[in-house]
């Protein structure tokens, strides 16, 4: 009994690292976990390993020696990045990959500011926490669900396939049409096993036993696709947006070039491509941005155009400005939106997902039926084994 309850929990263990893995995949940013597909960081991090990613939101401002994990403007064509902070300046964060000899900046990446970090690499002792070959899995799923889209794009001629929202409510109406119909068939089936249930050998001359599925198990898989899909529908559209300014010496009437010293508007695109209304924050993610206004509801497939200040520098030149934006499905009213967001940005989120993933898991419950207790379980299996030997003859022999 023992070495079963630590088998599941080790199975429930490793199920929690696939799905925050493949979730930071189709999000496009790390979710507890990250790795590594270049070998910049080696030996710190080998290629393909894992590595413990705390988000930003939750850590201080990094400091010279930490690992961070950036979206990149110029490195490899731009991305998320995961290098060492070696200096940090007046411009920003200057950051190099251990095994490279030069910085990132002195390579062309403009210097990194608060709102490219997403996560930062948890160290024990200045070492990074890492986890041998987490992520070459990963990798390999990831380019299989990328076929997979393509594939469902161009066999329907759908391309919204090939957003990550797309999939992710694709997954979710799959799921919720593959319990629909179990239901069903469970409902129609009086006697004999569930086609959810395994076979286990019985007591010796005697027959095979069945164990169903537990349906806590099943509800707490819907609730997690739907969970899923829901971050997806709120992180993958929004997190940190950049803008290149140039500072000059006169006014321009060409879009981003701005006098120097001097501010101007422009505007902000919040696209909606979802079923359900949405509700963006906007926040300044570099200086020189006024971002801060209040919340943009954004409906069914539709978008909003939000007003943001940008005031160029004293110096002339070339500046990489960001934008942040928060954005939350309208599922809960909006005052108790702006209470929560005024708490942290991460409060809306997690509670929507709370209430989302309870829902789910309750109507998964409602569909699937009650556990089978524990304890009938083990009274069912204590009759079979304690039948007399003649009685297992007697009813073979019917």
Do not use: K
């Not at 990132?104 to 002792?125: H, K, R, S, T, Y």
Request: proline letters at 7%.
């Amino acid at each position: 009994m023992i070495r079963r309850g630590v088998s599941r929990g080790l199975q429930g263990v490793a199920i929690v690292v696939l799905v925050a893995l493949l979730a930071g995949q189709l999000l496009g940013q790390p979710i507890l976990l990250g790795f590594v597909e270049t070998g910049s960081m080696e030996p710190t991090i080998e290629t393909g390993d894992g590595f413990v990613a705390v988000p930003s939101e939750v850590t201080d401002d990094p400091a010279v020696g930490d690992v961070v994990v950036f979206d990149a403007q110029e490195i490899e064509g731009g991305g998320l990045t995961t290098h060492r902070v070696v200096a940090e300046t007046d411009r920003g964060y200057v950051t190099q990959g251990d095994a490279n000899p030069f910085t990132d900046q002195d390579g062309g990446e403009p210097p990194v500011q608060d709102g490219q970090i997403v996560a930062v690499a948890l160290q024990v002792n200045d070492d990074v926490v890492t986890v041998p070959n987490l992520g070459t899995a990963v990798m390999a799923i990831g380019e299989g669900l990328e076929w997979g889209q393509r594939w469902l794009a161009t066999t329907l001629g759908i391309r919204a396939f090939l957003d990550t929202a797309g999939i992710a409510y694709l997954l979710l109406g799959l799921s919720l049409f593959l319990y629909a119909v179990e239901t069903l068939r469970e409902r129609r089936r009086p006697t004999g096993r569930s086609a959810l249930a395994s076979e286990r050998p019985g007591p010796a001359g005697d027959r095979a036993e069945y164990e169903t599925l537990d349906p806590r198990l099943l509800a707490g898989i819907l609730a997690l696709l739907v969970v899923v899909a829901a971050s997806a529908a709120m992180i993958a559209p929004a997190g940190t947006h950049s803008y290149d300014v140039i500072s000059a010496e006169f006014e321009s009437e060409r879009p981003m070039v701005i006098e120097q010293g001097t501010t101007d508007e422009i505007s902000y695109e919040v696209d909606n491509g979802g079923i359900v209304p949405v509700v963006a924050y906007l926040e300044s993610g570099s200086e020189g941005v006024d971002a801060e206004s209040g919340p943009t509801t954004v409906g069914s497939r539709s978008s909003e155009a939000v007003p943001v200040s940008i005031t160029a520098p004293a110096e002339t030149g070339h500046y990489p400005v960001y934008v942040t934006e928060h954005r939350y499905l309208y599922v809960l009213p909006a005052p108790v939106l702006d209470a929560l967001y005024d708490l942290h940005p991460w409060v809306p989120a997690l509670t929507i997902l709370a209430i989302l993933g309870g829902g789910f898991y309750w109507l998964g419950r409602r569909l699937l039926g009650p556990a089978e207790p524990r304890a009938q379980r083990r009274t069912a299996r204590r009759r079979r084994t304690d039948r007399p030997n003649g009685d297992r003859r007697t009813r073979r022999s019917r």
